[in-house]
């Protein structure tokens, strides 16, 4: 029996008000991120019931620790977020699972750039449902873009009512408090509307339920029928914002590979592509300070990190300002600060992404190529080798502008890898807009291209836009574009076949348990085989590899 079905079953008993009391929740630090870690410490001792309060780190073996699991949808910086969850659940005592059919606790961190990423939650929570009827107690959560739309909040209260937390984007940090509100809400404790008004958490969205709530608050919990605090254990926790100025970070992570970790520099997007969603879920750009950057570098670089990707939606707008001297940083100059503290520091590897064709400056190009540890991969979205196109998709530059900065690029670093992304059949592409897409194909040489069919998407500006393709040219063109990109794709792999290169070995193939995957500095994947006793100590680290074979988008080779 785990600590929460005996707990569960005391809906009503003073043990837990030690956790979850008006008192404790009002000790709670004001300031970020103490605050969070502070409901980290109360949700800890809440798992342990052996435990006197929260600095009590005695565990009572005998009860097994509650599982979670944390389920990622979206990009980069998606899991990036999902890397901070999980984290926090370990914090707190949890063991990480990926049983989400049967974890005490599931989180779905949703992506909704295209609209059948809504589906798969659907999909998910679907198979939940009966889980949740014979296992009340457990917890089911959902929080990314997704949840940042407010008809597909609606969704989820209505069709799946047994969803108990929902949180957005930009609140990921409370996450901790957010599910101390539902330990307290289990308890009819219940938070007062300023809390609500606060933007913390939102439990009903009808008056009448608030005075009831109001009343049960009032008399402290032990009121009430067992049949409204039933109702009340069932309501959902709904806290989404519509932005947010504060960007917290420092607070636990569990780093999908303990070699590599993603920095994020800054949040949102000004660029409203057409076809994009991504703007009206993540809000405005928002910059990190330099300081506080580097410092999260260094201490990850302590840690044993060898690998850094700085993130954000377009790195290239970075404008983070510096607290020493008050100046605006770009991020050529970051990158080239990030350097110097690789150099320091023992980090061996910087990537960043995503970058915008329109923000790709001569700066940055120059940084890069006198670099000691920025690796020499590009990921530069093209979408469209149409100008007109472009145009309609409001990417601000046109062909020959992205053109030109992938000569510049190739220029500059000759044996730089630049990947890009390209939608097929956008509202209005005719054949000769698609033809000029193959043209820059050809002449930039992609070495991987990350190819999609245009997805309506409700809620951006190209949804109702007219001259929607006919489905058969797309596939047609779809076809045309992946045939010419493998050619080239496969050509451009042979360019380093034979040579011995660094490789940094990140885990056991998925394919062949007697092969071990790295990433050359340009991003591309190496399998080499390694017997089972030599894999661990090879993971993690950078080692010379020849590349003897080449097989489309990768390498097979042999240790040096
Ligand atoms: S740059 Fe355009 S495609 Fe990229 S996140 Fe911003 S709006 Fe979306």
Redesign the pocket.
Known sequence: MNSFENNSSRYIGNDLIRFLGNDVLSAAPEKEPERQHYFIAQLKALGNPGASDAQDQSHDADVKPLTAAVVTFGCQMNARDSEKLTGILEEAGYEMTDDEENADFVIFNTCTVRENANEHLYGRLGRLKNMKKSHPERIIAVCGCMMQESDEVAKLRQKYAYVDLIFGTHNLYKFPELLFMLHRKRLGMVDSLEAVHAGNAVLTDSSADHERYEKLLRYGGNTGTQKDLEKLYRKPVVSVWQDSGDIVEDLPQQRKFPFKQGINIMFG?N???S??I??YVRGREKSRTPGEILEEIRRAAGEGVKEIMLLG??VNSYRGISSEESVFMSFPELLQKVDDLAEETGIERIRFM?S?PKDLSDELIEVMAKSKHVCHQFHL?LQSGSSRILKRMN?HYDKERFLDRAAHLREAMPDIVITTDIIVGFPGESEEDFLETLDVVEKVRFDAAFTFIYSKREGTPAASFDYQVDEADVKDRFDRLLELQNRIAAESLERFRGETLPVLFEDVSEYDPMMITGKLENGTTVHVAAEPEDQQRLIGTVRQVRLEESHGFYYTGSLV
């Open positions: 997007c660029n409203f592509c076809y994009c991504v703007p939606q377009n995503t915008h979205p990417r």
